[in-house]
């Protein structure tokens, strides 16, 4: 770890695990008429602060960190009392309460570090991401955001200090503290890394690095060692949950590398991000799933050899904020593939005025990933062959112009059976073929790319 310091990094860091989730449970206990479930979760985060900095400091600095996360946690009471007395909260009451995990971490952090030698400094997130006012998620404004950030972290790290944020939390121009969206530290990081142009930004996580495909689904899932920051970007997007999908937006602004990494193995090499990737040795680089989807189908005879229709559906969209992950036309019906959560009565009602209107829930979109599969014949035939030999029933199928995945929509049931195939047939067979062929020196892969790629194995960083 020495080195790492050397190159003086900033350190942005998330809530403990299962904090934003424990805050998240007290606020709505609170507002549900609950207070006393809410304060014993309070307790109970408490407990597990006071714990951990015990663990990791000791002494005059444990007494004052200490009495930093009592008073924080106090005022946090407060606020649930004032959320259980109105009866309501509002998201701007939930972010005041949802910030309290990445300012204890972050206190707690920057503690442990100092008492190990570290000359490290807290900042607070709130004086240097600034974002609009969409709590719960809300959107950097990444000019001033960058302007802060420089002004406040330049010169603690001229002075060889290592700066200490909160990720996951900013506040509005006028100071009211918001976050990013849930996982949201991950884009902290990022946007961090690209305002100090940062050589690299590291994501330490708890699993191994970006995988071909989730290992709850599919156990022969393997590490990817590097990705292009544009297949990456379609994982995170359709179901990978190891990046929150806009942490890569500032990275490939300022072209910076993302290092994926797990803080159990700290010595393994994890997943970079970046633009440039080699080859991948196999035709995919990876198979996401995303499931909770539902799809809506709109039927009209007025579709045929008219114009104005597609606009018209997707103003209906527009209008209510609701947005599309997957869309298929033919003459006379377009469906259209959205996430389940999003309540979508009112703009079922508008597209009734369209035409004949079916909604489907229970679905998943299936995405492989690969942006080596442009102009290479035969691809989508074996991809659909494969799913078939599973068994499986295809509802939407859509090859984006980039050429980069190939995605459809299957019932939720079907996605391990057919996630499984599909690895089976285009990750696990190549491996063999692949041992095989070193062992020979004879091609008898039918993948034409396949020597080139076994000698572009990535280098690391
Ligand atoms: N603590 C926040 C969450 O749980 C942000 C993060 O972990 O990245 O969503
Ligand atoms: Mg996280």
Redesign the pocket.
Known sequence: MAAAWEERPVVVV??MAG???SLLAMSSAAASGSLPEALKLLRKVRQRHVAVLSALVSGPSEVAVRQEVQTLLDSTQDVLRGISALGELTPRSTDNI?AV??LLSSRIVSAALAARGIDAVLVDSRHCIVTDASHTRAVPLFDRTGDRLRYHLKPLLQANQVPVMG??IGATAEGVPT??????????AAIVGAALNARRIEIWTDVEGMMTTDPRLCPRAQRIDVIGFDEASELAFFGAKVL?PATLIPAVEKNIPVHVLNSRQPESQGTCIRARAPRSRTVFRAIAAKAGMKVINVKSPRMLMAHGFLRALFEAFDRHSCAADLVSTSEVSVSVALDSSRDVSALVHDLRKLGEVEVEDGKAIICLVGKHIRGRAGIAASVFSTVAAANVNVHMISQGASEINISFVVEEQDVPRAVQRLHRHFFEVTKVRRRAETRSVITRSPMPTFAAQANARPEAG
């Open positions: 998330s809530a904090v934003t989730d949802l995990g990445e990720g996951f976050t990013l969206g849930r996982g949201g530290s991950d884009f902290s929150h």
